[in-house]
């Protein structure tokens, strides 16, 4: 039972590489969604998906792209890096939300640790 | 708009004290609360929840009651071990006007034996 899987784990990028982080999940869980943890500010919201085909921005998108193809796939593309994306970054999904459903568990991977120099 | 607030960290406890990490949270709607915790080097898990006023949320030990009357959903545990030591997140969702999942700042604890 492999629930989220992230990859990579680490990544050192030079200001103005882009990449693509992986977020997979075998729950068959509707929203997926892309955070950044930083020291002093908790968790924030990049981007979220209720589904394949749709996705929308969350508080900090600037720099980030995604889209949902399919259910079990949310990739973050970061399209040319910089030293302030240097952050953890973890995907999450939970099996719906919204309209009542927001007492779902939220299930975490383990994050991707990215460096920016 | 929806926002949570918790006690700065780093919290650092003695083995078997008594813990509290304190919540508020501020939301228009009507809010499930939540307290995640994130182990070293590993991702977020759910430790506990409550989704309406007065519920008491609770799993390994710690409880939470969903204070509606001071918008509070403050974390407590009658006796801490070394393994409790990670960080913890308060955090809301207002089910009928968001599909987001708002989080605190997080609160360290260390417990030493």
């Known amino acids: 039972n492999a629930g989220v899987t992230q990859t990579p784990k680490f990544q050192v990028l030079k200001t103005g590489q882009s990449m693509t982080l992986q977020c997979a999940q075998d729950m068959n869980h509707e929203y997926m969604s892309w955070y950044r943890q930083d020291p002093g500010m908790g968790l924030r919201l990049i981007h979220y998906?209720?589904?394949?085909?749709i996705t929308d921005q969350g508080e900090v998108p600037n720099g980030y792209n995604v889209s949902r193809s399919t259910t079990e796939d949310f990739p973050l593309r970061l399209l040319s890096a910089a030293p302030s994306q240097t952050s953890v970054y973890f995907c999450?999904?939970?099996?719906?939300w919204g309209q009542g459903a927001g007492d779902t568990e939220a299930f975490f991977g383990q994050g991707t640790r990215l460096t920016v120099v | 708009g929806n926002s949570v607030t918790q006690m700065e960290g780093p919290v650092t406890l003695s083995e078997e004290a008594f813990l509290t990490i304190n919540c508020t949270y501020t939301a228009t709607g009507y809010p499930s609360l939540f307290w995640y915790v994130q182990y070293p080097g590993e991702g977020l898990q759910l430790l506990l929840k409550a989704t309406k006023a007065d519920d008491k949320g609770s799993n390994k030990g710690f409880e939470a009651t969903y204070r509606k009357e001071t918008t509070s959903f403050h974390l407590e545990k009658g006796s801490v071990q070394v393994s409790d030591s990670a960080v913890y997140f308060c955090?809301?969702?207002?089910?009928?006007?968001?599909?987001?999942?708002?989080f605190g700042t997080g609160t360290r604890l260390q417990v030493f034996p």
């Open positions: 998906s209720v589904g394949a085909g």
């Open positions: 955090a809301l969702s207002d089910r009928y006007n968001t599909d987001k999942l708002i």
């Open positions: 999450a999904s939970s099996y719906s």
